[in-house]
């Protein structure tokens, strides 16, 4: 029996998702389930910060990753605080340390996240200190049974669709697991539970559902994890930062499938792929059939 995972979606949370009725396509009635998004507003000691759509499963995680993945936090700051208010819709961080969020809000640019997600021209500045440890390693063996576990895994996506998925992994084991209706707040989710857990980074694969993109190829190096993982494609400022941070980029992972674009040296092919099965994508294009058919 496999262990169970630290942290996991619950797809029968009522909150999360909504039964909705409607038509198909040849003009009949149906009734679906589509996941609901609501507003989040994050300050910072007293100071809004954004406000973010998102479900809500885990607010304080998502606070404390957004500020740590926007350079507002610090690795080292001390969080007195995190208060959250379901009825207001709010979540209130309070540090030891005074912040200086006001000068990195002027210096926000726009992304290439699902929603309005943030980067700051700092971040790219700090981006070439990174530094990830290079004795990591991904096994084939590990990546295949990887995919296959995180693809069989009671999931939001599977419910209703409309939705992003994360994974915290070490070796061949997923260990943490967030959804959101934002590829970027799924990933800060993480990285809040990693900051309050003091989890160690640097023998962790951390698998997305979403595009490889500069963005995340960013907040990944920041967390310190040494090997992305995507069943979907690239962007070419992802890569090229991938290849300076020397980060392991697996992409178009499905089946036996992958594209490794940066850090190959870490990947160990040790599978014989005469014994792996395409069940990885198969289960997934008939869930996903499931899923719209819902």
């Known amino acids: 029996m496999?262990?169970?995972?630290?942290?996991?979606?619950?797809?029968?949370d009522p909150r999360l998702t909504r039964r909705v009725s409607g038509v198909d396509h040849t003009g009949a009635r149906?009734?679906?389930?589509?996941?609901?998004?609501?507003p989040?507003?994050?300050?910072?000691?007293?100071?809004?910060?954004?406000?973010?759509?998102?479900?809500?499963?885990?607010?304080?995680?998502?606070?404390?990753?957004?500020?740590l993945n926007q350079g507002m936090l610090r690795r080292d700051d001390r969080v007195t605080a995190i208060d959250y208010d379901d009825d207001l819709q709010v979540v209130v961080v309070r540090t030891e340390r005074r912040t200086d969020f006001e000068a990195k809000l002027k210096k926000k640019t726009l992304t290439s996240g699902c929603a309005q997600g943030t980067a700051f021209g700092d971040l790219l500045e700090d981006f070439s200190k990174a530094r990830l440890p290079v004795s990591a390693a991904i096994r084939t063996s590990w990546l295949y049974r990887l995919l296959h576990r995180i693809n069989t895994l009671p999931t939001?996506?599977?419910?209703?669709?409309?939705?992003?998925?994360?994974?915290?992994?070490?070796?061949?084991?997923?260990?943490?697991?967030?959804?959101?209706?934002?590829?970027h707040n799924a990933v800060d989710k993480i990285a809040g539970w990693m900051f309050r857990t003091d989890c160690d980074p640097a023998d962790k694969i951390f698998y997305t559902t979403g595009r490889l993109t500069s963005e995340m190829?960013?907040?990944?190096?920041?967390?310190?994890?040494?090997?992305?993982?995507?069943r979907s494609g690239f962007t070419a400022w992802g890569v090229e930062l991938a290849r300076e941070a020397g980060l392991t980029l697996i992409g178009r992972c499905k089946g036996r499938r992958f594209t490794a674009l940066a850090g190959e040296e870490?990947?160990?092919?040790?599978?014989?792929?005469?014994?792996?099965?395409?069940?990885?994508?198969?289960?997934?294009r008939k869930n996903s059939r499931e899923a719209e058919g819902a």
């Open 156 to 183: 939001l996506y599977l419910e209703a669709g409309a939705i992003h998925g994360c994974a915290l992994c070490r070796q061949d084991r997923p260990l943490v697991y967030m959804e959101d209706v934002g590829r």
């Open 266 to 284: 870490r990947i160990l092919f040790d599978a014989d792929l005469a014994y792996v099965e395409e069940e990885s994508a198969k289960h997934w």
């Open 2 to 12: 496999e262990e169970p995972l630290l942290v996991q979606p619950d797809p029968a």
């Open 217 to 230: 190829v960013i907040k990944t190096v920041r967390m310190g994890i040494p090997i992305l993982v995507s």
């Open 40 to 67: 989040l507003t994050l300050y910072l000691n007293g100071q809004e910060i954004v406000t973010m759509m998102t479900i809500l499963d885990r607010p304080e995680d998502l606070a404390l990753g957004y500020l």
């Open 30 to 38: 149906v009734e679906a389930s589509v996941t609901v998004e609501r």
